[in-house]
């Protein structure tokens, strides 16, 4: 084994799901010693991750609380990690995407002095409040960052725009990488009542929610209109994961509980999500990763955001922002359920996050970084 430690930290659902085919191309190169630390900024909905692409963490934080803010996540994380890299040592840090766990990683390595690659690197709303406090934290990751693995090439150019001259590699998402590995045909759901929707005949939309940014009068909005969505439209079967958090899961139970043709339901593992999505009608959603899944499997999304730092497939026509406004979000869901020349329209799949590849790229630029591999990654171009 060679002495070059990279060691990939996360916390939260999304990190891990686009981190875990990363941890295994790289246990796979044998250059390379790859060690794995969760903070668990999020502890069930972490596990059910780690569990499905058996991941077992070298080192585990456990920092979650209920009702948990920014700073007890971003102080836990930095005491933590600090020991952990003073016993693991590494050689490189990976940090993911936005959190608070990936920001803290990255100040918590740099007072280390040991270099950040940053996946996911390079997404810009440009308004330092919208995502809060995602967009703040990508910014200042940006700058800790020595390595920035960038999806797309607005993501790169965002970051040009910002002076950073060096160490951008254009990868794709890794996102579409652990989409090979959960996307079945013949998958059978664990969550028994999925396996009873009748994808066929019913318009089923898969709904998610639980941005800070929309907390409060957006999040009351949106829960409306998806009330008055489901009530309106009997052919229309709603599926709602609901994220774990006390504040959404108060809000949406109020709103949506005891309607005939909602299905409130805990999270699902990330198989599950990933082929529900490939069976359902449209998607609607203020998630980043749904945002890049649900175009690669055709379906249509309405992000309701105000805005997005996912412009590509609003581009490309099969994702369209919403808002969080009640009188919009109604007036486009019903055009995708009525109009089918406006569903046709949407629902074509378009792969302009990735191409399956992105892990190996990286993989390919970490050893390019420390001298082990001559050539650099062909960077990604979309299909
Ligand atoms: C975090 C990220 C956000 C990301 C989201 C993905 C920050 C600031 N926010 O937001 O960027 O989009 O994760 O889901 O980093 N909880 C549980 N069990 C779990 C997970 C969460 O009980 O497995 C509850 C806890 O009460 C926790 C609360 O959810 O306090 C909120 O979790 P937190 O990580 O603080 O914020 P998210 O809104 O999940
Ligand atoms: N997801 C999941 N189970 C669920 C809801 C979402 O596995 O019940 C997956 C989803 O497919 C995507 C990721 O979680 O890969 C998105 O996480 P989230 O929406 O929590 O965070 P964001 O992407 O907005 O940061």
Do not use: W
């Amino acid at each position: 084994m060679s002495g070059i430690k990279v060691m990939s930290v996360f916390g939260t659902r999304p990190e891990a799901i686009k981190m875990a085919p990363l941890v295994k191309e790289l246990r796979r190169r044998e250059d390379l010693e790859s060690l794995c630390c969760v903070t668990a900024q999020h502890r069930e909905m972490l596990d059910s991750v780690l569990d499905i692409f058996q991941i077992i963490p070298d080192y585990d934080l456990n920092i979650m609380e209920p009702g948990q803010t920014l700073s007890t996540i971003t102080t836990k994380c930095l005491l933590g990690l600090e020991k952990v890299f003073q016993s693991a040592k590494p050689d490189l840090v990976l940090v993911h995407g936005d959190t608070s766990t990936a920001f803290s990683a990255a100040l918590a390595a740099f007072y280390s002095k040991i270099p950040v690659g940053h996946v996911e690197a390079g997404l810009r709303t440009h308004d330092r409040y919208s995502p809060f406090p995602e967009e703040m934290n990508r910014t200042l990751v940006g700058d800790l960052a020595e390595l920035h693995f960038s999806p797309t090439v607005a993501n790169k150019e965002n970051l040009c725009r910002e002076g950073i001259e060096k160490g951008i590699y254009l990868t794709g998402n890794t996102v579409i990488d652990a989409m090979a590995t959960t996307v079945r045909t013949d998958f059978r759901f664990s969550t028994e009542g999925l396996n009873h929707i009748d994808y066929e005949n019913q318009k089923v939309i898969v709904v998610t929610c639980h941005r800070r940014e929309n907390y409060g009068q957006p999040m009351e909005d949106i829960m409306s209109a998806l009330a008055y969505i489901a009530k309106t439209y009997p052919g229309v079967e709603l599926v709602y994961p609901v994220h774990l958090s006390p504040v959404v899961q108060e809000v949406a139970r109020r709103h949506l509980e005891g309607i005939g043709n909602i299905h409130l339901i805990p999270p699902v593992d990330v198989e599950e999500m990933h082929n529900l999505m490939a069976r359902c009608y449209m998607v609607m959603t203020d998630s980043g990763g749904l945002q890049e899944e649900a175009p690669a499997l055709g379906k249509p999304v309405l992000v309701m955001r105000k805005e997005t730092e996912r412009p590509e497939a609003v581009a490309a026509g099969t994702v369209k922002l919403a808002g969080v406004e009640y009188d919009r979000i109604v007036a486009l869901a019903e055009e995708v359920i009525m109009d089918r020349e406006v569903y046709d329209t949407m629902a074509h799949a378009v792969n302009p996050y990735g191409d399956g590849k992105a892990c190996e790229r990286i993989a390919d630029a970490i050893e390019y970084r420390f001298g082990l591999r001559e050539q650099l990654p062909e960077e990604f171009v979309p299909g």
